[in-house]
């Protein structure tokens, strides 16, 4: 359970020197938060230059589509109403030209969305 891990117990657990030497890195909460902002902002970016056709909302909802999430989950993470989830996926389908909930998600998983 040492730092080849990359994780420590926050009781006994390898310091920060001996993390990084691992090649792992320790960040604090505020710092977490940002490095996952950015990231999911790269992952945002990436399904606009995927599916150029999208608005950056409707790639934000295929990306939560290709996770599996249903209508109502979605609505709730991007704090909308469940009509304009379906409205967005409306705009998908027909941007996709694809048919089914099951053609998107194949579409976006095959670009490599809904993996995160």
């Known amino acids: 359970m040492g730092p080849s891990r990359g994780w420590w117990e926050l009781s006994g657990g390898p310091g ?6 691992a ?3 320790v960040f604090g909460g505020e710092v977490a938060g940002r ?46 109403a469940e009509k304009t989830v379906r409205n967005h996926v409306t705009h998908i389908f027909e941007k996709l030209h694809v048919a089914t909930w099951a053609e998107a998600v194949a579409r976006a998983r095959d670009m490599g969305l809904g993996d995160g």
């Open 16 to 21: 920060g020197a001996e993390v990084a030497a």
């Open 23 to 25: 090649g792992s890195a």
């Open 35 to 80: 490095i996952t902002a950015l990231l999911a902002g790269a992952k945002m970016r990436e399904a606009g230059q995927l599916f150029p056709d999208l608005t950056a909302r409707e790639a934000e909802v295929l990306d939560l589509v290709a996770r599996g999430h249903d209508n109502r989950r979605i609505a709730r993470e991007l704090v909308v």
